[in-house]
């Protein structure tokens, strides 16, 4: 287990954390929160041994095996696979002894390593590895390549792949998905939940955080709370702490009347119906995630349009790519006032690349285009947080863009991002990542735009920021394509789904649910061609048998896959058990008398024991679909 007692942390002369006492068991699932530059990174920095407590103890298991995510690649000509299997540092020293025991012919030394190369799934290493990269996003023909012919994002998956090769008994992740497209991170997330260890992790992706953690640490005001259950529980918790006090709760009643306000607005209104009734199914989850937030840094919101012309963008069979590569075709869609759009697709597929032609950022290889004339886009994207003036203040900044505007009035908008007092004049080079992010927003929001393109706006944001952008985007007047791997701001603020695939841009009828479905029917799809390839093959091979050894090979199939189909049926028995448990306990969270103060014991009683029936129902559901998935290719 790790343990703080009395423990206290600086960084230089700030103070980050003081008096904490707090256990973490193995095997537990556990998120770190809290705001930017509260000690999260620093944690782990302690838990690594790369820093020391000022006071109090820290301990961890000294024979543990850690597992975490470099930040940074080598330069180095090893092949990807190669590279993600040296994560895996004991089976190399275990391969390194086998080389060495071979030249020097020492017998009996070999039949042990051999047998530690079995322990250690050596066998299997490769299989491991490729398995990992796949799900990462790399193709089967990348694998091969060399290290140094992936960019920043691909090594960052690279490095991430290598983490989790090694056999740890702890892994340490900070914001995993930040590189990650949507694909990545569903298959993250069911392999994090497999995960036997010990997991630490830091997340601003709240779905991320609800599917996977068990418990949630949260950081502020140098103390750390370990709560039970996922972030959603977490939240409830905190809601409840934070509404007993009346000024925040107040603000908090300001916000769900700000959400209330859009639906009665527009409920009316033809061309807002759909939009409001989204709002409606979203609004009571929105009321939780308000409390819990209400004492939050960030307070801003989208000023009306001057013009919102229809359409605002026009494209017919529009053909797109780069050079002679043609990326997407035969693509018509028409933008209008009030169209909130969700793209969905593998990475690769060319969401980026609609992005930059609505933006005008890449010509069209054929097709037409019209804009408005009154088209006013608010467009952001990762690499504008680099052609920032790095030694501009972010008040010289805004000064760029509005020349006219009082000072006072830069200073009221910057403060709704975050940017208040020093912050205001200090310079842009040694911002974090979400800093520039949020500068980038914050000009977004000044130059009143009518469509907003948006292309992961929320990497590098906490869940303070996010919660501030989502509420904006709930209210935006304009129209909307967004892209993000953050399932819960494109729950949020979107109204419908576009597919980019197979070199198409068209409607999805679906949600997200819906999309990770598409998403394994594909992959079934390819592993089926693959088993069908390998079928025929096998077939031809044995045309030569006679009709008796036919017969024979029948027999011991129909053999061997009996106990599949005996293990399926007891699993589907334990996936409509713990169904019927897991309805009963949300039918009893779901009555508002259980969260009385004089029935706080019982909550927690249920609140973990919903944990516990949610974690074993995804358990079993996966080895079901597995086991499925065996099951239909051994047929």
Sequence with gaps: MLKLSNLALRR??????????????????????GANGCGKSSLFALINQEIHVDSGDFFRPQNWVIAHVAQESPSTERSAIDYVID????????EMAISEANQSGHGELLGKLYAQLEEADGYT?????????????????????????FSGGWRMRLNLARALMCRSDLLLLDEPTNHLDLDAVLWLEEWLKKYSG?????????????????????????SMTLYTGNYSQF????????????????????????????????????????????????????????QAHVDSPFHFEF????????????????????????ILEHVHINLQPGSRIGLLGHNGAGKSTFIKLLAGELAVQAGRVECSSELRIGYFAQHQLEQLHPEDTPLEHFQRIDKRASEQALRNHLGGFGFSGDKVESKIAPFSGGEKARLVFATLVYEKPNLLLLDEPTNHLDLDMRHAISLALQAFEGAMVIVSH?????????????????????????????????????????????????????????????????????????????????KLSKLEKQMDTLNHEKE?????????????????????TLLEQQVILTQSLAIVEEEWMLLSEELEDAQ
């Design 12 to 33: 230089g002369v700030q103070l980050l954390l003081q008096d904490v006492n707090l256990t973490i068991h193995p095997r537990q699932k556990v998120g770190i929160t």
């Design 87 to 94: 994560g895996d540092t004991d089976l190399r020293k275990i």
């Design 125 to 149: 290493a490769n299989s491991r590895a490729s398995q990992l990269l796949s799900g990462l996003g790399f193709a089967q023909k990348q694998i091969n390549n060399t290290v140094n012919s």
């Design 198 to 222: 010990t997991l630490l992790l830091i997340s601003h992706d709240r779905d991320f955080l609800d599917s996977v953690m068990t418990h949630i640490i949260h950081i502020e005001h140098q």
């Design 235 to 290: 939240e409830r918790i905190r809601a409840e702490q934070l509404a007993q006090q009346q000024v925040l709760y107040e603000r908090q009643q300001e916000e769900i009347k700000h959400i209330q306000s859009f639906i009665t607005r527009f409920k009316a209104k033809a061309t807002k119906a759909k939009q409001a009734q989204s709002r409606v199914k979203t609004l009571e989850k929105m009321e939780l995630i308000s």
């Design 303 to 326: 000023h009306a349009p001057d013009k919102i012309p229809n359409p605002l963008i026009s494209l017919e069979d529009i053909k797109l790519g780069y050079g002679e590569t043609t």
């Design 486 to 566: 953050d399932r819960h701001l494109l729950r949020s603020v979107t109204d419908e789904f576009y597919l980019v695939a197979h070199q198409k841009v068209d409607a999805f009828k679906g949600d997200l649910n819906d999309y990770r479905d598409w998403i394994t029917d594909q992959k079934k799809q390819e592993a089926q061609q693959n088993v069908s390839v390998t079928s025929e093959k096998k077939l031809s091979g044995n045309l030569a048998q006679n009709k008796k050894e036919q017969k024979r090979i029948e027999a011991e199939k129909r053999k061997r896959l009996q106990p599949l189909k005996n």
């Design 584 to 604: 009963a306990s949300d039918k009893l969270l779901a009555d508002a008398s259980i969260y009385e103060e004089s029935k706080k014991e019982q909550l927690k």
